[in-house]
């Protein structure tokens, strides 16, 4: 079982910054490819951000491409997501979510097994 605990959220002013941060647990065998999605009321799961279990590869919806920079830390069991330049239409629940079965970062939730329990960012205008 693997466990996933995000952090980093909160409350931010339109143009600023925050550092998400995701640390997973328990018995692994290798890195997974790790993914951020968010989510807010009334609509479904969106994809953010994805990365390959070694890092080399990454992926971004179009919306934040240039703004969020994911990235990870193999030694300390974390995955990040950056986010500069925020905006209103940012706020959202964040969760990070780990892909047990594959070695590149995909876009659809359904591809990933292990999910946090989501952090709240909120951007105020």
């Known amino acids: 079982q693997v466990q996933l605990v995000e952090s980093g959220g909160g409350l931010v002013q339109a143009g600023g910054s925050l550092r998400l941060s995701c640390v997973w647990s328990?018995?692994?065998?290798?890195?997974?490819?790790m993914g951020w999605f968010r989510q807010t009321p009334g609509k479904e799961r969106e994809f953010v951000a994805a990365?390959?279990?070694?890092?080399?590869?990454?992926d971004y919806v179009d919306s934040v491409k240039g703004r969020f920079t994911i990235s990870r830390d193999n030694a300390k069991n974390t995955v990040y997501l950056q986010m500069n330049s925020l905006k209103p239409e940012d706020t959202a629940v964040y969760y990070c979510?780990?892909?047990?079965?594959?070695?590149?970062?995909?876009?659809?939730?359904?591809?990933?097994?292990?999910w946090g329990q989501g952090t709240q960012v909120t951007v105020s205008s």
């Open positions: 979510a780990a892909d047990s079965i594959s070695y590149s970062g995909k876009r659809y939730d359904s591809e990933y097994d292990y």
């Open positions: 990365i390959s279990w070694s890092g080399s590869s990454t």
């Open positions: 328990g018995r692994t065998f290798r890195s997974y490819p």
